[in-house]
């Protein structure tokens, strides 16, 4: 199993910025992703990452949302701006040796604990 530990969240009013970082001791994973989920609501894909590849968005993170790998630190990276009230969530990093994509959580057995995303307005 793989562990996983995200940071960098915290509150911002909207239009502000954030980077999110996900750091991992397991080097080369095929699938780094973010998803993310408010009190009542489901676990939703911001952005997925294969190794070597592309990040793929979210509708709702393009154009907004940057998501880097730094392989040399085994850390994914998620750059927040322009957040709007509506991003506030508790982000999670997950990771997947299988499957790459943003459309279901089902997809990604290891999970991090989270950190907290508060927008005002």
């Known amino acids: 199993q793989v562990h996983l530990l995200e940071s960098g969240g915290g509150s911002v009013q909207a239009g502000g910025s954030l980077n999110l970082s996900c750091t991992t001791p397991t080097k080369g994973l095929y699938c780094m992703a973010w998803f993310r989920q408010s009190p009542g609501k489901e676990r939703e894909g911001v952005a997925s990452?294969?190794?070597?590849?592309?990040?793929v968005y979210a509708d709702f993170a393009k154009g907004r949302f940057t998501a880097t790998r730094d392989y040399a630190k085994n850390t994914l990276h998620l750059q927040m701006n322009n957040l709007k009230p509506e991003d506030s969530a508790m982000y999670y990093c997950?990771?997947?040796?299988?499957?790459?994509?943003?459309?279901?959580?089902?997809?990604?057995?290891?999970w991090g604990q989270g950190t907290q995303v508060t927008v005002s307005s």
């Open positions: 997950a990771a997947s040796s299988t499957r790459c994509t943003v459309q279901t959580s089902d997809a990604f057995p290891d």
């Open positions: 990452f294969v190794l070597l590849g592309r990040a």
